[in-house]
């Protein structure tokens, strides 16, 4: 297994989206990757994994989860943009151990690199909004600055707009007092 903590971006993993027999169940915690060796393991080993609890070889943290949460199978699919861990999708089985077939361990291979995309993307779009955002606040800086005559009328708007732009909670701007001309 990898060093986890070489990616801090990558150091939890929340889980986001489950669907399950009881309708009530939630679930939308950040979990260490510390925590939850057998997922770090699955996420960064990059190979879909099946483990039943008749498994003898099965890693004790996974066959210890699967226990306390009543699974029998088990089959977990890296979601991964080239080399970098995205997510992780799994399928379980609760009602008694089951066998994947091929086709379907391969459908939902290709479902996880379909997944892995999306997320990718959603990711990307959310940072260029982000960014376009910032740059859009610093163009209304600088329209500010040509629209405004005097500088106590202009340093409130500079460091509002500034601190705006960046995410920031403060800002502040100031400036000099002119020597006198001779």
Known sequence: MRHLGVRPALETIVERAI???DPEYVSVEAVPLRDRPSEAFLLFGGQTVVESLSDPDIHPASRASMEECGKKT????PLRFGEEPMGLLVVLETAAER???????GA???LGRQAAVAIHNARQYRRQEEYTRRVTSLLEVGRAITAVGTPDDLLPIIASKVAEALGLRSA???TTTPSPTR
Do not use: G, R
Not at 74 to 77: D, G, I, M, Y
Not at 99 to 105: D, K, L, M, V, Y
């Open 172 to 174: 502040s701007s100031s």
């Open 19 to 21: 669907i399950c027999e």
């Open 99 to 105: 066998q994947f077939s091929a086709a379907e361990i």
């Open 108 to 110: 939902l291979e290709a």
């Open 74 to 77: 088990c089959l977990t699919v």
